[in-house]
């Protein structure tokens, strides 16, 4: 495995992950109609998030196997493994990226909404719960938590 910024060829890719995760691997925990509801990605948006903050891209053989992000505040907006290469550690690598550039950074803690499938990672990685709590997306609620670690 091999962790490396984003690149803005990339931009398909993570697209691929972050849908493939959600309609594979969080379809446990999510009715249908919650999912469809989930399971969408503006390329202008993502472009522009991507180019905006740091990014970094799992590869497994050549092949995006995930991707996370972080904020200039700490924000952990995406975290996100293709379900194919799930129980490789590609969260626990990304995250170890994240927190170095977060600590290099000066930051003393990270924040995250999370879904419930993600809620067990999370945790193992030592993010507590600060809330539950309900989004809506495209007529859908999805429950989700506010969670929290800190780097001190």
């Known amino acids: ?60 053989g050549g092949v995006v196997a995930g991707f996370s992000d972080l904020e200039a505040d700490g924000h952990i907006d995406m975290m996100f493994v293709h379900p194919e290469f799930g129980g490789r550690g590609v969260a626990t690598a990304l995250i170890e990226a994240v927190e170095a550039h977060a600590r290099a950074s000066g930051l003393t803690g990270l924040h995250s909404e999370v879904s419930i499938t993600a809620r067990p990672f999370f945790e193992r990685m030592g993010f507590v719960v600060i809330e539950r709590e309900t989004v809506h997306r495209h007529g859908q609620s999805l429950d989700r938590f506010r969670m929290a670690k800190s780097l001190g």
Not at 5 to 31: C, G, H, M, N, Q
């Open 1 to 60: 495995m091999f962790i490396r910024p984003y690149r803005p060829d990339d931009l398909d890719s993570v697209i691929d992950v972050f849908l493939r995760a959600i309609r594979e691997t969080a379809s446990k925990d999510y009715t249908p109609a919650q999912i469809d509801a989930w399971a969408h990605a503006d390329r202008d948006v993502w472009s522009i998030r991507r180019a905006n903050r740091p990014t970094w891209v799992a590869e497994i």
